[in-house]
């Protein structure tokens, strides 16, 4: 339970031609160095914890300026190679916010257009619709685009303040994995239950009234437990204290439900 420590997330190598559309569009975009920030020596990706505005790897003196073309570049492609990717690689979807946030402030930047920004919207609300389809066809990819949509409802702002037409299709994405049949899949509750803890907050600012009829329903997910497992239960019961305490985890609770999720 919980975010990994690590400073940095290890993923599987994209395959070459994805590697050279990325590459182009980061270059395009003078992001080129952004790349460093996703590629280690033996050619795998990794994504930095740190935000894209402090990394050294940003500075100005370490860019090439040559070659930067926006236009040149199909940001609408890139746009669904970073989706597709996320449904597959859970890891990947965690962090997947952070690349896209830095190619959409970028465009803006240096061409002034959103195209990168439309096509990842236009993709997102395809896949929010087929949602059903998704999650039966694969738990693993509905788990993953529940995540990423949750981690680009998080980057992505307008005028400082989160994306409200993500507002609802985030909670829809939430009730669903707080269903009975979802809550019998520990899959579907870690993630409910991560994703809770990052965006919850934010959620019941923008809405909430709705974030109180979720949460009725992890209550009773909670008090009629039947076909939960234990470590379901615990997840369920440490996010409804976690929502209590105001979103914050007190140094007792967190002693309590990690010892016991590692137990």
């Known amino acids: 339970m919980g975010e990994p420590s690590r400073e940095e997330y290890k993923i599987q190598s994209f395959d070459a031609e994805t590697q050279q559309l990325l590459k182009t569009a980061l270059k395009a975009l003078s992001l080129e160095c952004t790349a460093a920030c996703f590629e280690t020596e033996d050619g795998e990706y990794s994504v930095c914890q740190r935000s894209y505005s402090n990394c050294p790897c940003l500075m100005p003196s370490r860019c090439n300026t040559q070659d930067r073309n926006p236009g040149a570049v199909d940001l609408d492609r890139v746009a669904n190679v970073i989706v597709d990717h996320s449904l597959q690689d859970c890891v990947f979807s965690k962090e997947a916010g952070r690349m896209c946030y830095a190619i959409i402030q970028a465009e803006s930047k240096q061409a002034g257009q959103s195209v990168f920004r439309r096509g ?20 693993q990819g509905w788990v993953c685009y529940v995540t990423f949509i949750c981690n680009i409802f998080d980057y992505l702002r307008v005028n400082n303040m989160p994306m409200m037409a993500l507002v609802n299709p985030v909670y829809d994405c939430l009730f669903r994995l707080a269903q009975p049949d979802s809550l019998s899949k520990e899959e579907e509750v870690d ?13 019941e600012k923008m809405n909430g009234q709705r974030m109180d009829e979720l949460f009725v329903l992890i209550r009773d997910g909670f008090l009629l437990p039947t076909g939960l497992s234990s470590l379901a239960q615990l997840l369920l019961l440490e996010i409804i204290e976690f929502r209590a305490a105001g979103w914050k985890m007190t140094p007792a609770a967190h002693k309590y439900y990690y010892s016991e999720v590692s137990d």
Do not use: D, M, P
């Not at 236009?122 to 738990?139: D, T």
């Not at 993630?191 to 959620?203: A, D, N």
């Open 191 to 203: 993630c409910l239950v991560l994703q809770l803890h990052r965006v919850g907050e934010q959620l």
């Open 120 to 139: 990842l919207l236009n993709r997102l609300q395809q896949e929010y619709q087929a949602r059903e389809q998704l999650r039966a066809r694969s738990l």
